[in-house]
Structures are given as structure tokens and as C-alpha cells.
């Protein structure tokens, strides 16, 4: 593997990882397999394509208004919807998630039909060398914002009180009421803060890929590995994952053909899943 | 059902004739349609033992539809008759599901579901990519029948009819035998019920083994029918999703809730295709939600629940 | 089984979570028609022990013997055909199925093997139903009926498997005094008729005194003392673990 592939490989994951930390949140705190997650993550795309086709905003400036739509609208969807069905279990919540994801699809469709788009920055063609490599300008600002991202979502879970009232939940649910917090709001908020992160992150996608709705399917089954890789609800073990999956990903397209792609990250999850269930860092705690 | 059990047992025969005889009285296309509820059916009794009745929802149980279908394509390619390679895919269905059931159904709740589609998933590549074999991403095909359409579709509408008795017929004794309660048990409590003496692996992986059974004869029934068949049509995902809006509709942990279910789905999505064209994927989220909110325990366990709460009143007069 | 009707070994059996010594090398033996009271303060190590001697925990040290077996690594599931049963100091029941079907399940899996096809299984479970006396409430949904009788459906569940060594865990948890009276009678009662041996869990003393031959006192996973329950009473380490060393101190002085 050359210098330039490892580099595609990692500005891969980087963005990766901001995309599954969103769903391994919602995943290993509130307790929610989110099959929308992929369509909530190109509604932060078309978001920006619509910010940036109308007034020129630049999808870095506009992943501030998907994040916030987007947090929002999980918000809205958690408390309405999924909340009240949470003792259902599994069966229920993977449904009702699908059910999002088909009226978020049908809206998509209908707004934007099913072509490809793209964002064209004016910097887009920008490259700057870096040993026997050439790294893209865009990508690599994708890179750095995603990893200040996940940076800042560490620093609120460490550092705020919401975000200490999520952690706490997260490791006692019973600990965490005897003290005064409403947990209710924690697995709320969490929800709709991995929302959030799949509307940032779908902004930054929008960027430097183009997309459709026939991402949908492909990005949920990413997030799940990326997810279990790193262990539900770890931070840092999701952006582990990401890089991981893109490097995986980058090198099983050189080597092995991009068909067997999808056989690898199966492979990968299910071995995972039977040898290390609480990914590969362990038991689930964070950062 | 009712509490006689003489009237449940004469109902359902009545049923089974008045479906026998029903093609000659409708259209070739509801033919069609009927026998794809049929299937689905059966599809949704194999899941339905396992998440229903036992607690495990096995996501990915499409697979074995797939490997169903796929084994009786290529050995019918190979020259092999349809009944000959049939028991051929069951067995390899069942061998699937025992050797991956062992390793995976240790796992719990979320994990066992995610591990299922993560197997389907590389189940699916595994096909799409041995295309000496499978034929690939492009699919593959059967010798056709050669009989007039008509009269095909009839032979497979009673194909599956028989297969969604025989499949609905075992599902209920299983379910109502010890062995069935040693399942029940691990859905209510499994620590208990190993607490109690009960093999808890072998209930699962025997469990699966049945689900894999019936399902990949519904999968081989269908790649005959259909002639031709693609990977991403017997490993799709929306099968799962289906089958589980079916579950949900009919309601768990009854044999008939499946059958109930799959009618149900099936004619709600008529209804909503020939309506609803352009928004038919956000009426059928929507009716989904709706069904998952008003009718949570599904037609069958309203029902139940209906019947208990006239009992108590009428058991509550009677009292005073 | 054993010499002097020993049916159950406990050999130098330690839990270790980490370095967390849960239960430390705990050893002593039961025999067949006892019933030994299990004692200690909360967080002595009494239901790790009931796992450990179940199955439910594997064993970090030590052995246990069982009628001549060594059922140290055999699974729950396995031990409890053996004939060594528990209840759960947090009641376990079949959520979704009524009373009788959870007796029955017990009943099926039960150790008379020419009793264990379902018609067999259904006449036990009535009979085992009557002698708890929760026949009037058979049909209830385990969800629907009260603590006390969830217990004795647990107990009865436990009953119908036909144990020969049963551990009761924390039978008390949660009773009030009368209801805790009705319990222990009934205790008395069906140990009587089916001649079980007991291995009875409480940390409340006064509750283990009356209805134990034998008892063995835990104190941070460690087994301190064992004797009749006169001597185990008034014996100082005892009542330093429960009480306080001013306490011990105390009764040394009086006695």
C-alpha cells in the first residue's frame, strides 16, 4: 500500500468516523438501531446542495444549519415516536426506524428525484503535494472539520452537563435517576445529537461525493460495522472503526475488486460480533 | 381461536378447501398475488417461531429463501429434477443455519438480529461474486415449465398452499409441545429457564433449524416458479422488513397471526401501489407507524386481548 | 453418596471479579435431609456462592461435588437434571405465561424421566400447584399477581423438577412478618414431605434460627464460622460481621 492510497484511505475515514459516531451513539446509549440513519445523513447533503444553490453558501458554513435541522427533526422523531415504543423492543424500533426511512426516501424522491448530485465548490479542484502524494484541498478540510467534530462531541460529552448526564446513563441507567437525572431527556438529547452528527456529516459528504438516494441502504450497513467495531456507544471506537473501514474499504477496492467490498465488512462485523462483542476496545464506556 | 376446538378444526378445513377451489373463481393475477401471500406466509411462520415465540429475531432470515432458491437453480442446471434438488436446499439451509447457530445465537437481542444480516449480507456477496457457479450479480435461470401459463400458476398457487398448511400445521405442534415450552420459556426468562433445566442452546439452534427449513423450501418453490432469479432479489432485505411489518400485523406468538399478517400486507399494499403511486413508500412508512402505535400486539393479539377483558366482565356479573 | 450421607460438597470454591474476591475459598458439605442456613451480611458472597454451586458463574478456584459427581464445570441446565435447584433472591418468572404454565415448565424438565411427557407433567404440576396452595390463582398472568405468591410460585416451579438439594435465596426478600411466617411453615412443611435437602440463604439471623440444623455465616466471601445455630448466635466474629466490633466486644463482656 503506497503513501497515496493510505492517504485516500484515511480522509476516508475520517469522515467515516464522524458518520458512525452518530449512529453508534444512538445505538449503544438510547438504545436504537436507527435503519433512517443513511437517509438522514443525504438530507443533511441535499440541506447544503439547497443552501448552496441558492445562496452560495458553502457546505462548511451550511452543516451548521443541517446539523441543527437535523437535530431537530431526531429530536421531534425520538420524542413523538419512538419514545413511547421503546418497551417493545427490537422489533418495534427497527420497524418504526425503516418506517422514517421509507417517508424521508419518498420526500427525497420527490423533491430531488433520484440523480446523483454534487457540490461544486470553487476550490474543488485544489491539490496541495505532500511526499509522492497529492492530497485534495476539499478532502482534506473535510478531514480536519471531522476531526474537530468528534473532538467537540467528546469535549461535550466530557465536559458539559448534559453530556456527563448522558455518560452517566449510559454506564447505570438506575444510578443515574437516584441522582436526579432525567433520563428520559439524556437518551432524547443523545438521539438527536447522533441525528445531528448524520447531518454534519452528510454536508461534508456532499462536498467532495456525489449522492443519491441509492446511498441509503449502503451508508446504514457502514454505520453498523463501523458501530460494532468499535463498540456501542464509544466514541473514539467508532472513529477507530471509521479509519478502519476506510481503510478497508480503499485497500479491498485495489486488491480484491470493489465487489468483494461488501463480503469483507460482513465478514469483518460478524467476526467482530463473535469474538470481541464489545468492539475492539473493550467494554463499552467512552472516550 | 374459538374455544371449541371441534369448530377451530372444522374452520380451518373449510378454509383450506374454499382455497383449494378459489382459482377457478378469480383472475390469473390474484392467483399470482394469493400465492405470494401464501409464501409470505410461510416466510413469517419461520420467523415468527423465532422471534414470536422465542425472543431471537433473526433479521437476516432471508438468507435462507436465498439459499433455497439458489441451490434448486443450480441443481436444476445441472439436470437435476425439481424434486430431487429440493430436499438438496433444505438440508444445506439447515446445515447453514446449525453451523452458524451455534457461534451466534450465544449472542443477545440486537446482536443476534445484526449478526443475521451481517450473514446475509456476506451470504449475498459470496453469490454475487462466484458467478461460474451462481451466475453472478446477473442471476440466473431455471428449465421453464412446459405447460401453459395457466395451468403453471395454478400448480404453484397449490405448491404453496400446501407448503403454508404443512409449515403452519408443524409451527403449531412444535409450539404447542414440551419442546415448545422450553422455547416460550427462553423468550419469558433465559436465565430461568436454564436455572430449570433446559438445554437453552439446543432449543435455539433446533429452533433456527425448522425456520431454516421451511423458509428455504419457500425460496426453492419461488426460483422454480419464477425461472429466473438474481441475487438481489431472494437476499433482499425488504424480504426481513416485510416479514416482520407481517409479524407485527398478525401479531406474535400465534400460529395464525403469519396468515393473517401476510393477507393483510399483502392487500393493504395493493391498495396503496394503485393509489398511491408517487408516495406509495411514505403511505406504507406511514401505515406502518400507524399499525405500530394503534395495533401493537398485532390482529390476532388484539383479538385475544379483546376476548380476555369479555371473559373478566362477564365473569365479574356473573360474581355479583 | 458420600460417607455420613454427605450429598453436597462446597471444596475451597473462590470467585474472583478482577481483584474483587468475591467468594474466597469457601468450603463445607451438606447432607442429605439438612437444612443449612447460608448467612452473612449483604455483600458476603451468598448468591455468588448459590451461582457458583448452580452453574450460573464459572469458578475462578475449587470444586463441587454432588451426590459423587464433580459437577464443577457442567452447565445450569445440566446440574439442575442433577438434581440441584435454586430460586432467585430476585424472582424470575416466565413473564407472558400464567402460574400453571410456569410450574409446568419446571414439571417438563423435571428429573423422573416417565414423568416428564406433557400429560404426566400437567398432573404433577396440579398436585405441586394444591400443595403451595396457589390453586386458585393458577391461571393468573405471573405479571398480574403479588410478591408473596410470585415466591411461591417460584418455589413451586422449583418443587416440580423433583430437586434433591434445593438453595432458596433470600425466601424473605420483601415479605412482611406474617407473610414471612406463612413462608417458612410452608417451607417446613413441603421439605417434610418431599424429603429435600436445603440450603437456606437469609442474612436476617432470626429468620435462618428456627428452621436450620446447620449453619455456615460468610463475611466478605470468606466462611468464618459454622456450627448449630446456638453456638453460631452468640459467637463474637459472627456478631462483629453484622454489627460492629463494639457489639462482639459487648457480649464477650457479658458472657
Redesign the interface.
Known amino acids: 500500500m503506497n503513501l497515496q492510497m493510505l492517504i485516500n484511505a484515511v480522509l476516508l475515514g475520517g469522515l467515516y468516523a464522524l458518520m458512525g459516531i452518530g449512529f453508534s451513539l444512538q445505538w449503544g446509549i438510547s438504545g436504537i438501531i436507527n435503519l433512517s440513519y443513511g437517509a438522514m445523513v443525504i438530507l443533511g447533503s441535499y440541506i447544503s446542495l439547497e443552501f448552496f444553490n441558492l445562496f452560495h453558501l458553502d457546505p462548511f458554513i451550511s452543516m451548521i444549519i443541517s446539523g441543527g435541522i437535523l437535530f431537530v427533526i431526531g429530536a421531534g422523531i425520538y420524542r413523538t415516536l419512538l419514545q413511547p415504543l421503546l418497551k417493545g423492543g427490537i422489533v418495534f424500533t427497527l420497524i418504526l426506524t425503516f418506517a422514517f426511512r421509507l417517508v424521508i426516501e419518498n420526500i427525497i424522491l420527490k423533491v430531488w428525484s433520484a440523480d446523483y448530485r454534487t457540490i461544486r465548490v470553487t476550490y474543488a479542484g485544489s491539490n496541495f503535494q505532500f511526499g509522492d502524494a497529492y492530497i485534495p484541498l476539499i478532502k482534506f478540510l473535510v478531514f480536519f472539520v471531522a476531526a474537530i467534530l468528534i473532538y467537540l462531541t467528546y469535549l461535550f460529552m466530557m465536559n458539559t452537563k448534559t453530556g456527563k448526564g448522558i455518560q452517566a446513563v449510559a454506564l447505570d441507567k438506575e444510578g443515574a435517576q437516584a441522582v436526579g437525572i432525567d433520563v428520559e431527556k439524556m437518551y432524547l438529547i443523545n438521539f438527536a445529537l447522533g441525528t445531528a452528527l448524520a447531518g454534519l456529516t452528510g454536508s461534508l459528504w456532499a462536498s467532495i461525493y456525489s449522492f443519491s438516494p441509492h446511498l441509503l441502504g449502503p451508508i446504514v450497513g457502514k454505520v453498523f460495522i463501523i458501530a460494532i467495531l468499535g463498540g456501542l456507544g464509544n466514541i473514539w471506537g467508532a472513529a477507530a472503526g471509521g479509519l478502519l473501514l476506510g481503510i478497508a474499504e480503499t485497500a479491498g477496492a485495489v486488491f480484491l475488486g470493489s465487489e468483494w467490498q461488501e463480503a469483507i465488512g460482513m465478514v469483518i462485523m460478524v467476526s467482530v460480533l463473535l469474538w470481541r462483542p464489545y468492539g475492539l476496545m473493550g467494554k463499552k464506556f467512552f472516550g | 381461536m374459538f374455544n371449541n376446538k371441534k369448530v377451530n378444526v372444522f374452520l380451518i378445513i373449510l378454509g383450506i378447501i374454499i382455497f383449494f377451489f378459489l382459482p377457478r373463481f378469480i383472475s390469473g393475477y390474484w392467483v399470482r398475488v394469493i400465492t405470494t401471500i401464501f409464501m409470505y406466509a410461510v416466510i413469517a411462520q419461520g420467523m415468527n417461531l423465532m422471534s414470536g415465540y422465542m425472543g431471537y429475531l433473526p433479521f437476516g432470515n432471508a438468507m435462507f429463501f436465498g439459499i433455497g432458491a439458489y441451490i434448486t437453480a443450480i441443481g436444476m442446471s445441472k439436470g437435476m429434477s425439481f424434486l430431487a434438488v429440493l430436499p438438496l436446499s433444505a438440508l444445506t439451509a439447515i446445515l447453514v443455519s446449525i453451523l452458524f447457530g451455534l457461534p451466534v445465537l450465544r449472542l443477545r437481542g440486537h446482536y443476534f438480529a445484526i449478526a443475521t444480516i451481517g450473514m446475509s449480507g456476506a451470504i449475498l456477496s459470496v453469490v454475487q461474486n462466484a458467478t461460474e457457479i451462481t451466475g453472478g450479480a446477473m442471476g440466473t435461470t431455471l428449465p421453464i415449465i412446459n405447460k401453459s401459463p395457466e395451468v403453471t400458476y395454478n400448480y404453484f398457487y397449490l405448491a404453496m398452499l400446501a407448503l403454508m398448511v404443512i409449515t403452519s400445521l408443524t409451527i403449531y405442534l412444535v409450539v404447542k409441545s414440551k419442546f415448545g415450552f422450553g422455547i416460550r420459556s427462553i423468550k419469558a426468562n433465559e436465565e430461568a429457564a436454564n436455572s430449570m433445566g433446559i438445554n437453552t442452546t439446543y432449543h435455539k439452534v433446533v429452533a433456527w433449524a425448522i425456520s431454516a427449513l421451511f423458509t428455504s423450501i419457500a425460496g426453492a418453490l419461488y426460483a422454480y416458479w419464477m425461472s429466473f432469479i438474481g441475487p438481489e432479489e431472494v437476499f433482499d432485505v425488504m424480504i426481513a422488513v416485510n416479514t416482520i411489518v407481517i409479524m407485527l400485523i398478525g401479531g406474535a406468538g400465534s400460529v395464525l397471526g403469519p396468515i393473517i399478517g401476510a393477507f393483510v400486507i399483502s392487500l393493504l399494499s395493493e391498495v396503496v401501489w394503485g393509489t398511491f403511486l408517487e408516495y406509495h413508500l411514505a403511505v406504507l412508512g406511514i401505515i406502518i407507524i400507524i399499525i405500530v402505535f394503534f395495533v401493537p400486539k398485532g390482529i390476532t393479539g388484539t383479538i385475544a386481548d379483546l376476548i380476555k377483558k369479555r371473559e373478566l366482565r362477564l365473569r365479574k356479573k356473573v360474581s355479583v | 453418596m458420600g460417607e455420613n450421607n454427605v450429598i453436597l460438597e462446597i471444596q475451597a470454591v473462590s470467585k474472583h471479579f478482577g481483584a474483587l474476591k468475591a467468594v474466597d475459598e469457601v468450603s463445607f458439605e451438606v447432607k442429605k435431609g439438612e437444612i443449612v442456613g447460608l448467612i452473612g451480611p449483604n455483600g458476603a458472597g451468598k448468591t455468588t456462592l448459590t451461582n457458583l454451586a448452580?452453574g450460573?458463574f464459572p469458578k475462578t478456584a475449587g470444586k463441587v461435588i454432588f451426590k459423587n459427581l464433580d459437577i464443577t464445570n457442567l452447565?445450569?441446565?445440566q446440574i439442575?437434571?442433577c438434581g440441584l435447584?435454586?430460586t432467585?433472591q430476585v424472582v424470575?418468572?416466565?413473564?407472558?405465561?400464567t402460574v400453571e404454565?410456569n410450574v409446568?415448565?419446571?414439571s417438563?424438565?423435571?428429573?423422573d424421566k416417565r414423568n416428564?411427557?406433557?400429560k404426566n407433567?400437567s398432573k404433577r404440576t396440579r398436585e405441586i400447584i394444591n400443595l403451595v396452595g396457589l390453586a386458585s390463582k393458577k391461571d393468573a398472568s405471573v405479571s398480574d399477581i403479588t410478591l408473596p405468591d410470585l415466591k411461591k410460585m417460584e418455589f413451586a416451579?422449583?418443587l416440580a423438577?423433583e430437586p434433591e438439594v434445593l438453595f432458596l435465596d433470600e425466601v424473605m426478600a420483601g415479605l412482611n412478618p406474617t407473610e414471612a411466617e406463612e413462608a417458612s411453615t410452608l417451607v417446613k412443611k413441603v421439605r417434610q414431605e418431599k424429603n429435600l435437602t436445603i440450603v437456606y440463604i437469609e442474612h436476617i439471623m432470626k429468620a435462618v434460627m428456627g428452621i436450620s440444623d446447620r449453619i455456615v455465616v460468610l463475611h466478605h466471601g470468606r466462611k468464618i464460622v459454622e456450627g448449630i445455630p446456638q453456638e453460631v448466635v452468640n459467637n463474637s466474629a459472627v456478631i462483629e460481621a453484622y454489627l460492629g466490633k463494639r457489639y462482639a466486644k459487648e457480649v464477650n463482656n457479658e458472657g
Not at chain 3, 424470575?92 to 405465561?97: Q, S, V, W
Open positions: 448452580t450460573a452447565k445450569p441446565y439442575a437434571r435447584t435454586r432467585f424470575k418468572p416466565l413473564i407472558g405465561m404454565e409446568l415448565v419446571g417438563l424438565y423435571g428429573r416428564t411427557d406433557m407433567a416451579r422449583v423438577m
